[in-house]
């Protein structure tokens, strides 16, 4: 059962616009979400993350939103640049017991075009 | 100056033989991980370790057996390999366990034959 989906499997977009990600969640105990990208042969590289306490993190052309009712999260990337072609996971964990984990979403391949 | 890095990245073998992959983090981390990649590309965690003591033990077989000597590494040791064991395995390290974003190694790409 799948509890972090990223029901798109892939996204193109024009260099210099925005990119939107989303990501859904089952999971209500769920309260940290981080977003992760990745090129071929590498491993993941952390992005960006945000506290259920927030529904807003931004750094620099990076922000994810988090909708706590909706149990939705999404990562704008803008401008978008060839440089972010990638495959991009959405994460969550939740912080009840004593150690949290990471569960993964299948991941976004986003293509930027020059 | 690699700060997780996981050998071979590449390790092709036989069904039956047993197999090591070795992990190490200079961060100064408290937590390490591995995880794996299946052919659907999801990545799911297997073990944690904290301050070289088991916390995560997901539902592995037990012929997969983790082995942290001290902090800064975490090897995996996989006994009679089976042809669902090809996949990629992520080392990952984090400041603690709670809430602490994870940096991961560049995989090693296990198939067997």
């Known amino acids: 059962d799948q509890q972090v989906k990223q029901n798109s499997p892939s996204l193109s977009v024009q260099e210099g616009r925005i990119s939107i990600l989303n990501c859904d969640y089952t999971n209500s105990m769920f309260d940290y979400f981080l977003w992760y990208k990745k090129y071929p042969a590498e491993g993941p590289t952390f992005l960006i993350s945000?506290?259920?306490?927030?529904d807003k993190n931004e750094d620099g052309r990076f922000t994810v939103f988090l909708n706590k009712s909706a149990k939705h999260l999404s990562l704008h990337i803008v401008p978008s640049q060839p440089g972010d072609s990638a495959v991009y996971f959405c994460a969550a964990s939740e912080t009840s017991g004593a150690n949290s984990k990471l569960t993964f979403g299948k991941g976004i391949t986003l293509s930027v075009r020059p | 100056d690699t700060a997780v890095s996981q050998t071979p990245k590449y390790l092709v073998t036989q069904m039956g033989n047993d197999k090591s992959i070795k992990c190490e983090q200079n961060l100064g981390h408290d937590t390490m991980y591995w995880y794996k990649q299946d052919s659907k590309k999801f990545l799911k965690i297997m073990f944690s370790?904290?301050?070289?003591?088991?916390?995560i033990n997901e539902t592995v077989p037990n012929r997969f057996s983790p082995k942290s000597p001290d902090k800064a590494h975490l090897n995996l040791h996989i006994n009679s390999l089976e042809l669902g064991d090809s996949a990629v395995y992520f080392c990952?390290?984090?400041?603690?366990?709670?809430?602490?974003?994870?940096?991961f190694g560049d995989g090693t790409r296990l198939s067997i034959l």
């Open positions: 990952a390290s984090s400041q603690d366990t709670i809430n602490q974003p994870q940096h």
């Open positions: 945000i506290s259920s306490i927030k």
């Open positions: 370790y904290n301050n070289k003591e088991l916390i």
